[in-house]
């Protein structure tokens, strides 16, 4: 299974930009690019995915390098409720499917 | 209010009980997944069901059970065979396979 490298923390203060990097060198063709959060003592939220292309939504915006080896996600303006924890996970449709959620990156908000 | 519900929030059982987890959605989802978390750790795939009557068995389905006799409930039994089932389980719909993950505020089960 293609995997997905993070760092284990990052801060950022309220109402800057936040690049959250994600590794995953081994991708494959079928491979599409998720990203969930998750708040304490909460299940995960899905924030945004791809496949090759830049992606927008209201929560965030996805970058996808052109070899696709690497991704970040960013949030344009943090606010104190977008400190959580970011999972950068890789989904197979052709394999089977399953998300395997890594440890994450523990983003911290200052104020 | 269309959603997943998962209850109790908090259960306490004693080693070597055999304990069942409900996750009941209102979504109409076809699939649902059981995941579990450990303080400080990513979430592990227990069991996931692509449709009503079949399920199929994740990274860590050793020690846990399931159900999928409706689409609405995909109940988790943890058995007394699960060495360590003290954790945080969460249990999640998609639309279909391929679509992005809903998760329910899970379950924290304490065994000792």
């Known amino acids: 299974d293609a995997k997905t490298t993070q760092p284990n923390s990052m801060e950022s203060n309220e109402e800057e930009p936040v690049h959250l990097p994600c590794n995953h060198s081994t991708i494959s063709g079928t491979d599409y690019i998720h990203w969930y959060r998750q708040l304490p003592s909460q299940g995960p939220e899905y924030v945004i995915h791809g496949l090759t292309s830049n992606v927008n939504n209201r929560m965030a915006s996805l970058a996808i390098a052109e070899d696709r080896k690497s991704s970040t996600l960013i949030l344009h303006r943090a606010t104190l409720r977008d400190a959580a924890v970011y999972y950068c996970?890789?989904?197979?449709?052709?394999?089977?499917?399953?998300?395997?959620f890594g440890g994450g990156t523990r983003l911290m908000v200052k104020p | 209010d269309g959603g997943i519900t998962q209850s109790p929030k908090y259960l306490f059982r004693k080693e070597g009980q055999n304990v069942t987890l409900s996750c009941e959605q209102n979504?109409?989802?076809?699939?649902m997944y059981w995941y579990r978390q450990d303080p400080g750790q990513g979430l592990r795939l227990i069991y996931y069901s692509q449709i009503v009557n079949d399920f199929q068995k994740g990274d860590i389905a050793e020690g846990y059970s399931v159900s999928r006799e409706k689409k609405e409930s995909f109940p988790l039994t943890v058995t007394s065979a699960q060495k360590n089932p003290t954790a945080f389980y969460l249990c999640a719909t998609s639309g279909t396979f391929y679509s992005p993950l809903h998760f329910g505020n899970g379950t924290r089960l304490t065994v000792t």
């Open positions: 979504l109409n989802h076809d699939a």
């Open positions: 996970i890789l989904r197979d449709v052709d394999a089977g499917n399953m998300l395997t």
